[in-house]
């Protein structure tokens, strides 16, 4: 079996910089496989939470490939999109050119407070090694009433269902992994790092803490998915 890209500690980010560096020519194929397509429809949903409109401007965290800064900058937004996996970001600026892609840590902006309408991160927030200090970020960075998205696998509140959908996450996606990258681990990673994230209900919660106002959670497929939607005090 090949080692585990999940690790706790200061390593944490250096082997999930690893990880995206090593999958970047396969994430979009893998990403329509193993949600079926689905994650379009999702990001969509996230676009459309957002009620981002020409003239304002919006973060894409963790963006990756893009697909969500992308998606805002059709509205006519003004979009910056930031990763730290220099070769997912290399795939994203190969798709457009419109956009502000830079490269950087989430967990360390180098960005102004207060500077952005919406700050959206989709299957970020759960990579970070510590999303708490990923929200708090992510706050900084959003004006006053600006919005905040974040999409990520959720956890089921039903628990059957939870357990055929980790088994699926279990089984299924490491193959698709070990088909398409050569690498299992780098798709087992998915269940290892869900399983360390408190998921959509707690990520609630913790918004509320922080102040944040009109906190609400949408789920897709009974909790298998979710956005958390906040906006900042
Ligand atoms: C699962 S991908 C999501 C890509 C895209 N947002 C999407 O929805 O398809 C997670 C991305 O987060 C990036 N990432 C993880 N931790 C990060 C950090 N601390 N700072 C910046 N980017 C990070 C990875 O490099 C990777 O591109």
Redesign the pocket.
């Known amino acids: 079996m090949t080692e585990s890209y999940y690790v706790q500690g200061q390593d944490r980010?250096r082997k999930?910089?690893q990880l995206?560096d090593a999958i970047a020519n396969r994430?979009d194929l893998i990403?329509d496989l193993q949600s079926f397509g689905l994650?379009r429809f999702w990001?969509n949903e996230l676009i459309r939470m957002s009620k981002i409109r020409a003239g304002e401007n919006a973060l894409?965290?963790?963006?990756?490939?893009?697909?969500?800064a992308i998606k805002i900058a059709a509205r006519g937004a003004e979009v910056t999109g930031?990763?730290?996996?220099e070769p997912?970001l290399a795939k994203a600026r190969l798709r457009c050119s419109n956009i502000n892609w830079i490269a950087?840590?989430?967990?360390n902006l180098s960005l102004p407070d207060n500077s952005f309408d919406v700050v959206s991160?989709?299957?970020?927030l759960r990579?970070?090694?510590d999303f708490r200090k990923?929200l708090d970020e992510m706050l900084r960075v959003l004006k006053p009433k600006g919005r905040l998205l974040i999409?990520e696998f959720g956890k089921p509140r039903n628990l059957v269902w939870r357990k055929m959908y980790f088994a699926y996450l279990r089984f299924f996606v490491p193959v698709l992994g070990a088909i398409f990258c050569g690498d299992p681990s780098a798709y087992r990673y998915i269940l290892e790092s869900l399983n360390q994230y408190p998921g959509q209900d707690a990520i609630h919660d913790l918004l509320l803490n922080l102040n944040c106002r009109n906190v609400s959670v949408k789920n897709f497929l009974g909790g298998v998915m979710s956005i958390n939607y906040a906006e900042k005090p």
């Open positions: 980010s999930v910089r995206f994430y990403n994650h990001k894409d965290l963790c963006t990756g490939t893009g697909d969500i930031c990763d730290f996996s997912m950087g840590d989430a967990l991160s989709g299957y970020g990579n970070l090694a990923g999409l």
